[in-house]
């Protein structure tokens, strides 16, 4: 298995520009979870999805994030206009409805807002 | 009360020793109590976990103690290695992997050889 994919792994733009960073879960996986860590607040879950649909968006920080999910193997994270205080690390994960109860990280985006 | 607080943010400990980090928790609700370790540039991977049904878990050398009563469980890396050297996430969740974990603040462990 190749575990959750993510792309780019590393993303460097100026203010006012939009964002997209993608994530593929793993293959069978019911969850996909999108983090966002920093320094300053650590590791924040900014929204999930349960078989493609949002079920807590509550993290997103603002309008300017959003994200979707249009098929079990595929969702984007997008930020739009960007800002230099959205410079961090984002993390894809995702897992199964049922036990081992594990969330599987991807190796995340490093994203430069300058 | 969704909150779980780690402690310390950063340890030092020479290989062979005992790391030890600790968390607390508000939310009696929780029920699912894993400990994820990320090492520089990748993401976080999980390394052991434990619910409240029980009080200890062991995984090789790392084990997991769990007060109920206290709401506080904590990670012990018996035999420290170079290799352990990671940052160590306690977290919480409720039900199952479906349920937004809440993570803690996160512990920097370093071992110097």
């Known amino acids: 298995d190749a575990g959750v994919i993510q792309s780019p792994r590393h993303e460097v733009t100026e203010m006012g520009q939009e964002v997209t960073l993608r994530c593929k879960p793993i293959?069978?996986?019911?969850?996909l979870f999108w983090y966002r860590q920093t320094m300053m607040r650590g590791l924040e879950l900014l929204i999930y999805f349960n078989n493609n649909v949002p079920i807590d968006d509550s993290g997103m920080p603002e309008d300017r994030f959003s994200a979707k999910m249009p098929n079990a193997s595929f969702s984007t994270l997008k930020i739009q206009p960007s800002e230099p205080r959205d410079s961090a690390v984002y993390f894809c994960a995702s897992s199964l409805n049922r036990g081992p109860y594990e969330q599987y990280f991807g190796p995340g985006t490093r994203l430069t807002v300058t | 009360q969704q909150q779980v607080k780690q402690s310390p943010q950063s340890l030092i400990v020479q290989k062979g020793g005992i790391s030890i980090i600790n968390c607390a928790y508000e939310n009696t609700a929780f029920d699912y109590f894993p400990w994820y370790q990320q090492f520089p540039g990748k993401g976080p991977a999980l390394l052991i976990a434990?619910?409240?049904?029980?009080s200890e878990k062991k995984e090789g050398r790392f084990t997991i103690s769990f007060n109920k009563s206290a709401k506080q469980f904590s990670l012990h890396i018996m035999d420290s290695q170079p290799g352990d050297s990671a940052t160590y996430f306690c977290?919480?969740?409720?039900?199952?992997?479906?349920?937004?974990?809440?993570f803690g603040e996160g512990t920097q462990l370093t071992v110097n050889p």
């Open positions: 977290a919480a969740s409720i039900g199952t992997s479906g349920s937004r974990l809440t």
């Open positions: 434990i619910r409240p049904d029980v």
């Open positions: 293959s069978g996986h019911d969850y």
